[in-house]
T-cell receptor
Framework: SAVISQKPSRDICQRGTSLTIQCQVD?????MFWYRQQPGQSLTLIAT?????????ESGFVIDKFPISRPNLTFSTLTVSNMSPEDSSIYLC?????????FGSGTRLTVV | DQQVKQNSPSLSVQEGRISILNCDYT??????FLWYKKYPAEGPTFLIS?????DKNEDGRFTVFLNKSAKHLSLHIVPSQPGDSAVYFC?????????FGQGTILTVHP
């Protein structure tokens, strides 16, 4: 199955700033998915990123807050903009694979 | 609306005994289910899956049972090992996305 490299693995950021998370896949994939796991909660899909088109956002998530880039079939970025402490979560990218879905190792974000 | 639910936030078992993790779902359109294991500071890793055409799937120490009429699935780990200590998520694909349960923290004591 696909191997995903996600970075940074963790960061502590000041409120009001932005952080960009990168995911690199070792094979070409049509769709990449971005998830958030808030403390003590399940993984929630933020958006689906297709190459060559705008990302599709789930209810409760907007492009201004979580802009996504998908410049090619192996790479995507998620930006968490104008951060507040409520954005402190683990952010994960994922791709569909023959085993279902493969996930990156996650980015643990703490906003202070 | 939580379409996939894991009602037990945590489970503690003794090494060598059976671990049973439960998952319920409400969407009858789900026809495929996956279990993921997640260690701290790592992403979820795929463990085992089951299609709705089956009621059981086994892979080594891991067996998943599906009861479609009850909209319930369970993951059995036998025998449990300390290295199995992790968070376990059940998930169902549908509508172009994967819907996860809340997760169950499994602790296996030596």
């Amino acid at each position: 199955s696909a191997v995903i490299s996600q970075k940074p693995s963790r960061d502590i950021c000041q409120r009001g700033t932005s952080l960009t998370i990168q995911c690199q896949v070792d094979s070409q994939v049509t769709m990449m998915f971005w998830y958030r796991q808030q403390p003590g909660q399940s993984l929630t899909l933020i958006a689906t990123a297709n190459q060559g088109s705008e990302a599709t956002y789930e209810s409760g998530f907007v492009i201004d807050k979580f802009p996504i880039s998908r410049p090619n079939l192996t790479f995507s970025t998620l930006t968490v903009s104008n951060m507040s402490p409520e954005d402190s979560s683990i952010y994960l990218c994922s791709v569909e694979s023959d085993l279902g879905y493969t996930f990156g190792s996650g980015t643990r974000l703490t906003v202070v | 609306d939580q379409q996939v639910k894991q009602n037990s936030p945590s489970l503690s078992v003794q090494e060598g005994r059976i671990s049973i993790l439960n998952c319920d779902y409400t969407n009858s359109m789900f026809d495929y289910f996956l279990w993921y294991k997640k260690y701290p500071a790592e992403g979820p890793t795929f463990l085992i899956s089951i299609s709705s055409i089956k009621d059981k799937n086994e892979d080594g120490r891991f067996t998943v049972f599906l009861n479609k009429s009850a909209k319930h699935l369970s993951l059995h780990i036998v025998p449990s090992q300390p290295g199995d200590s992790a968070v376990y998520f059940c998930a169902a694909p549908g509508g172009g996305k994967l819907t996860f349960g809340q997760g169950t923290i499994l602790t296996v004591h030596p």
